[in-house]
């Protein structure tokens, strides 16, 4: 797309009242574009409105009309949850209108080097540490995107002497054309939001943009241990940066196997030590792997290894991932609601010495959940399970040997389903155990979100 002053007198609508359109619909209106904002939900869920008109930008709430997209239209910007088959997207490819995400409007203004984060899981813990470590080392980072505030609010403030760390969906990704990020991190990549991409192939690609538009200055960061990350090296510009949980690499950051310690192979045949596993600050091992990945792009913007470790070492996590909730009788509580797909609870899962005791369900999307299987037989002790896919993780419960099972009726209240749960866990645990929610699924089929998933849990342990 063209940069924003470009759109001056020119139409431009923006779909979605979220955080991240209200952002965009300011911006264009401040670089006198004619703007237009479309929600699907009714005025009344849309407190935005107010501000908006009062600026003078177009509000049009509670449908999608026919004409809101019209020959007329030099630019859609579009919230990235609402899907491509969406009449008003569909509408705009056919008359040759760009559509974009709010990722694309921002490039267009941020004067900082960008450091972009995607993966299927891992995203945000990741986006965490690497701003962390980077304010360790005075490199004055801005952390923006699904964490933190709007891109395309922060990005017209950012100077050339700081950093923009920015995480991104491939739902953000796939309505980008310019976007480049000095430094581009593919953490994972497993079968997920099909619901939205259609297929694999869909999603695999949206991913990829990311790094679209790099050139030999820049740098990947891709997992080594992910087929799906390696296949896409060959087709990559930049310079090539792994990290490995499992091999010695000649150059990229690995778990060096023998001491169990975080490494910096720097490819002229020096390794460097950064820290052993065992003293960072949140358990894990898939944690270990979003270390591994935020080092390598801390070390490619600067930072030192000694810094690294000072954020390893003191960092406690992110609300909702694997979080601590409290103790009782022995008995340790964990929330980890942002886990959305099997691949992210079998990983917390396996965090974890003891027996779990697991609180699992929500949105189905279509998984049978046969990969939780061997989890299920080797770690977990009891099982109960609630929302859309209740029954079919109870199945796999079942086929797993694990007889303490229960269920909870998703036609209650979403707080009291949750706090049935949590009592129906607690009764199945005994001292040494972990209660642990972590869902394998979305919560959008009894919850607003999954933070809201993840507090009703806190607040239910708390409760008993």
């Known amino acids: 797309m063209k940069h924003p002053r470009e759109y001056r007198g020119l139409e431009v609508v923006i779909l979605g009242l979220a955080r991240s359109g209200v952002a965009a619909a300011k911006l264009f209106h401040q670089k006198g574009a004619i703007v237009t904002v479309n929600d699907k939900k009714e005025r009344s869920a849309c407190p935005e409105a107010d501000e908006l008109e009062a600026l003078g930008i177009s509000v049009v709430c509670g449908y999608h009309p026919e004409s809101i997209v019209h020959e007329g239209v030099a630019l859609v910007v579009k919230n990235p949850g609402i899907p491509y088959s969406g009449e008003p997207i569909r509408h705009a490819e056919a008359l040759g209108i760009e559509v974009v995400t709010e990722v694309e409007v921002a490039y267009q203004f941020c004067k900082a080097p960008i450091i972009g984060i995607t993966g299927s899981n891992g995203k945000t813990t990741t986006t965490t540490l690497i701003g962390l470590m980077l304010d360790a080392g005075g490199l004055a980072p801005v952390v923006a995107g699904n964490i933190g505030r709007a891109l395309t609010e922060a990005a017209p403030e950012v100077t050339e002497e700081n950093w923009m760390v920015v995480e991104l969906s491939s739902f953000q990704l796939k309505g980008t054309t310019a976007f480049r990020p000095r430094i581009a991190l593919l953490l994972n990549l497993y079968e997920t939001h099909l619901d939205y991409h259609g297929t694999m192939e869909d999603y695999i690609a949206s991913k990829a943009k990311l790094f679209a538009n790099q050139t030999e200055e820049d740098t990947a960061i891709l997992n080594w241990d992910d087929a799906v990350c390696r296949s896409i090296i060959p087709s990559l510009r930049a310079k090539v940066m792994p990290f490995s949980m499992?091999?010695?690499?000649?150059?990229?950051?690995?778990?060096?196997?023998?001491?169990?310690?975080?490494?910096?192979?720097?490819?002229?045949?020096?390794?460097?030590?950064?820290?052993?596993?065992?003293?960072?600050?949140?358990?894990?091992?898939?944690?270990?792997?979003?270390?591994?990945?935020?080092?390598?792009?801390?070390?490619?913007?600067?930072?030192?290894?000694?810094?690294?470790?000072?954020?390893?070492?003191?960092?406690?996590?992110?609300?909702?991932?694997?979080?601590?909730?409290?103790?009782?009788?022995?008995?340790?509580?964990?929330?980890?609601?942002?886990?959305?797909?099997?691949?992210?609870?079998?990983?917390?899962?396996?965090?974890?010495?003891?027996?779990?005791?697991?609180?699992?369900?929500?949105?189905?999307?279509?998984?049978?959940?046969?990969?939780?299987?061997?989890?299920?037989?080797?770690?977990?002790?009891?099982?109960?399970?609630?929302?859309?896919?209740?029954?079919?993780?109870?199945?796999?419960?079942?086929?797993?040997?694990?007889?303490?099972?229960?269920?909870?009726?998703?036609?209650?209240?979403?707080?009291?389903?949750?706090?049935?749960?949590?009592?129906?866990?607690?009764?199945?645990?005994?001292?040494?155990?972990?209660?642990?929610?972590?869902?394998?699924?979305?919560?959008?089929?009894?919850?607003?979100?999954?933070?809201?998933?993840?507090?009703?849990?806190?607040?239910?342990?708390?409760?008993?």
């Open 246 to 464: 499992k091999e010695a690499l000649p150059f990229g950051v690995y778990l060096e196997s023998r001491t169990d310690t975080i490494v910096y192979a720097d490819g002229q045949g020096a390794v460097h030590s950064i820290l052993p596993a065992k003293e960072m600050g949140i358990p894990g091992s898939f944690n270990v792997e979003n270390a591994l990945a935020a080092s390598a792009a801390a070390l490619t913007a600067g930072v030192t290894p000694m810094k690294i470790a000072d954020v390893l070492k003191t960092f406690q996590g992110v609300e909702h991932r694997l979080e601590f909730v409290r103790e009782l009788g022995g008995v340790t509580f964990y929330n980890n609601s942002k886990a959305t797909n099997p691949a992210a609870s079998i990983k917390s899962i396996e965090a974890f010495e003891q027996r779990v005791v697991l609180i699992a369900g929500g949105l189905d999307r279509g998984s049978d959940y046969m990969e939780l299987l061997s989890t299920f037989r080797e770690r977990i002790k009891g099982v109960v399970t609630l929302g859309e896919t209740r029954e079919k993780i109870n199945r796999i419960a079942e086929l797993a040997g694990i007889s303490r099972r229960e269920t909870v009726d998703t036609a209650k209240d979403a707080a009291d389903a949750v706090s049935q749960a949590v009592e129906l866990a607690w009764k199945m645990s005994e001292a040494g155990d972990i209660v642990l929610l972590s869902p394998a699924c979305a919560s959008w089929d009894m919850f607003p979100s999954y933070e809201d998933r993840g507090r009703m849990f806190k607040q239910s342990v708390h409760n008993l």
